[in-house]
């Protein structure tokens, strides 16, 4: 009697400990972890988010700007490297930089002189790029603080910001909403959604920049790029879209099968700063893009439900920015594969429609997924 009571008491132990081993194990690896990241100049707090999964990916978000400072991931051997740009402290992102991970709006790229035209009123924009706006001005949602809440359950961190009525020039109070998840499947997913009480333009990108070799200071010419895109829009000296939609057949900017960033870039100077057109737009969610490097054998693949995607391969930097290792950040040291909308939408009627009406919703969404070759 006595022996079966111990019995029963071992087992009730030790099953206690196995459920609290799962749930607790689990939840614990789960965690996700947030610390204090500086502050805003008027005294906000600002945080710094730190994701990780069961195959020791690591991303790091922080509130302001929702940007992502850091995608931490395996190469064939094991080893694990940053491959984006960012810097370890808020000061250097408030110093300035060209939107290291940022999420970029209320309207991502350029709008050609920062004017359009909605519903028979013209609206002026914030100009920031010569006489055009890009990635929504001045003071644009990278540089703003967001709201946050964090869903250890679903490994995602949710930011909030309400965009006010006329801010950088856009009508409409817009309420947007970016979750980011990291998934067992080694996925950064960017799940956005926006409403408006007025009709306004959205266009919501992240501009994280990749390397996939994890060491910035090595030119991303050897990374292999496929885009499936049949198409892809050419620009003016100003980069604003002239409107034509051109085949890619027999240009540098087919990349319809794995192609070298470096093979082609030096007829396009000073480098790929294009949008392409991207084919099965009806298709929801699919592979649009894949970038491989060979040597560390990681390649990532981008899925969206997006027309478009902007491929820039980090021109315009100059060594003037040090990496988080202190050395200078290079011409070409990485490249954007920025989903979107096409640019200067909301002055081209034949391109697909930047437009959001109250009632409505705009909701897509944004895959990096991670894994090795050999
Ligand atoms: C633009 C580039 C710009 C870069 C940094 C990219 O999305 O297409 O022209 O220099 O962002 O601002």
Request: with cysteine; proline share 10%.
């Given at each position: 009697m006595r022996i079966i009571k111990q019995k029963t008491v071992q087992f009730l132990a030790s099953t206690v400990a196995l459920l609290f081993f799962i749930s607790g194990g689990c939840a614990d690896d789960r965690v996700i972890n947030m610390e204090e990241f500086g502050t805003m100049d008027d005294g906000r707090p600002v945080q710094l988010f730190t994701l990780k999964n069961e195959n020791r990916m690591e991303v790091s978000i922080t509130n302001y700007g929702g940007i992502v400072t850091s995608i931490k991931v395996p190469d064939k051997n094991g080893n694990i490297d940053d491959v984006v740009l960012g810097f370890d402290n808020l000061e250097q992102y408030k110093a300035g930089h060209p939107y290291f991970g940022t999420i970029t709006g209320r309207y991502a790229n350029r709008i050609a002189n920062g004017r359009f035209e909605l519903n028979g009123e013209v609206y002026q924009l914030a100009t920031n790029d010569g006489e055009n706006h890009l990635h929504g001005g001045i003071e644009g949602f990278d540089k703003k603080l967001w709201d946050y809440e964090i869903n250890n359950s679903e490994n995602s961190v949710i930011l909030r910001y309400l965009s006010p009525d006329g801010e950088e020039g856009y009508p409409g109070n817009l309420n947007v909403k970016v979750t980011y998840t990291l998934t067992e499947e080694n996925e950064l997913r960017i799940d956005y959604h926006a409403t408006t009480d007025k009709p306004t333009v959205v266009n919501l990108t992240n501009h994280s920049y990749f390397n996939l070799s994890g060491e910035p200071t090595q030119v991303i010419l050897d990374h292999l790029l496929t885009i499936h895109a049949d198409r892809y829009t050419p620009v003016n000296e100003a980069l604003i879209p002239t409107g034509e939609l051109r085949h890619v057949e027999g240009t540098p900017f087919d990349f319809r099968t794995p192609e070298y960033i470096g093979t082609r870039i030096d007829s396009i100077p000073p480098g790929y700063d294009h949008n392409f057109v991207l084919n099965n737009p009806n298709q929801g969610v699919r592979n649009i893009a894949t970038l491989k490097h060979e040597?560390?054998?990681?390649?990532?693949?981008?899925?969206?439900?997006?027309?478009?995607?902007?491929?820039?391969?980090?021109?315009?930097?100059?060594?003037?920015?040090?990496?988080?290792?202190?050395?200078?950040?290079?011409?070409?040291?990485?490249?954007?594969?920025?989903?979107?909308?096409?640019?200067?939408?909301?002055?081209?009627?034949?391109?697909?429609?930047?437009?959001?009406?109250?009632?409505?919703?705009?909701?897509?969404?944004?895959?990096?997924?991670?894994?090795?070759?050999?």
């Open positions: 040597e560390s054998g990681r390649v990532m693949e981008v899925y969206t439900d997006l027309p478009g995607v902007q491929l820039y391969t980090g021109n315009f930097l100059d060594g003037t920015i040090e990496d988080r290792n202190g050395h200078p950040i290079p011409q070409y040291a990485a490249l954007c594969l920025e989903t979107q909308l096409f640019p200067d939408s909301p002055n081209q009627p034949h391109f697909p429609p930047a437009v959001l009406n109250e009632g409505e919703a705009y909701e897509t969404v944004t895959i990096y997924r991670f894994h090795t070759e050999q």
